[in-house]
């Protein structure tokens, strides 16, 4: 999810604060959130990868004492085609469970988990 979006700004993060503190009716620590955005801005996070990360935190984390690793548990993972093969050897129903996607005219897949990514999808439209 890297590669997808714009680097982060200081409204993306103010945003993501906000929705934070209104969730877990909250008021996290200066330090908490200097120390989250400045590792979230050294991996090369871009807008989208937070964006989709804080909504899953929202939607999956109860309660309110986060701690860093819980906004890195969230994975997104396109994978190669290579690892098709292997898994369709294991799973012929395969096809079924997975989208396929264009990125730099390569082709990978991922399991369909309800997440629409902003790439070209193969054999269907964007």
Known sequence: MDFIGDPISTE???KSEEL???????EYRSEFFNML???VKEDGWT?????????WVLKNKRWQ????????????????YH????????DRTLNEQIEWYWVEDQK???????????????????
Do not use: C
């Open 47 to 55: 807008n989208y990868r937070l964006r989709e990360t804080i909504k």
């Open 83 to 90: 690892e098709y093969l292997e898994e369709l050897h294991k």
């Open 20 to 26: 934070l503190k209104m969730n877990f009716g909250k």
């Open 37 to 39: 955005w400045g590792l």
């Open 65 to 80: 004492n986060l701690t860093i690793a819980d906004f890195y548990d969230y994975k997104l993972e396109l994978r190669p």
């Open 12 to 14: 993306d993060i103010s």
């Open 108 to 126: 990978f897949w991922k399991y369909k988990d309800g997440t629409n990514l902003p790439l070209k999808k193969v054999g269907g439209k964007q």
